[in-house]
């Protein structure tokens, strides 16, 4: 599959594998154990949208898809996730991403700007009304 490769999705709700990988490498991202390793694509009346879980809603302050910025969000404070929903005009397999993030380290506070990229699996592309039985 080529970094260019489109996913085409069916009509309906669906479930994707999906790594957190760096900007220039196919090599897993800092950030890979803030984003979850499942994402839904939902296609609706030639609708395309996205949804995202980020594990940690205190540390991500902020998540862009191809520059720009959710639709919608919920976040759930007691787990501390949120979810983002993106628009999206086709689902490649390899999508960019910036993720802004504050973390404290050694007493110090840190704040950065990440630019990444998602890749997601297409062999593991499920309806997602049947992974939920």
């Not at 669906?14 to 694509?41: C, F, N, W």
């Amino acid at each position: 599959m080529t970094k260019q490769s489109v996913i085409h999705v069916e009509e309906g709700r669906y479930v994707i594998h999906v790594r957190t990988l760096q900007e220039d490498k196919d090599e897993p991202s800092a950030m890979a154990g803030y984003l979850s390793e499942s994402a839904i694509i939902t296609n609706l009346n030639g609708s395309l949208s996205l949804t995202l879980m980020l594990k940690d809603h205190q540390t991500i302050t902020g998540f862009q898809v191809e520059n720009q910025k959710a639709i919608e969000k919920q976040v759930n404070d007691e787990t501390n996730m949120r979810f983002e929903m993106f628009e999206l005009d086709r689902l490649p397999a390899y999508l960019p991403v910036r993720v802004q993030y504050e973390v404290e380290y050694g007493g110090k506070e840190i704040k950065g700007d990440e630019a990444l990229r998602l890749y997601f699996d297409e062999a593991s592309l499920e309806d997602a009304d049947k992974t939920v039985e």
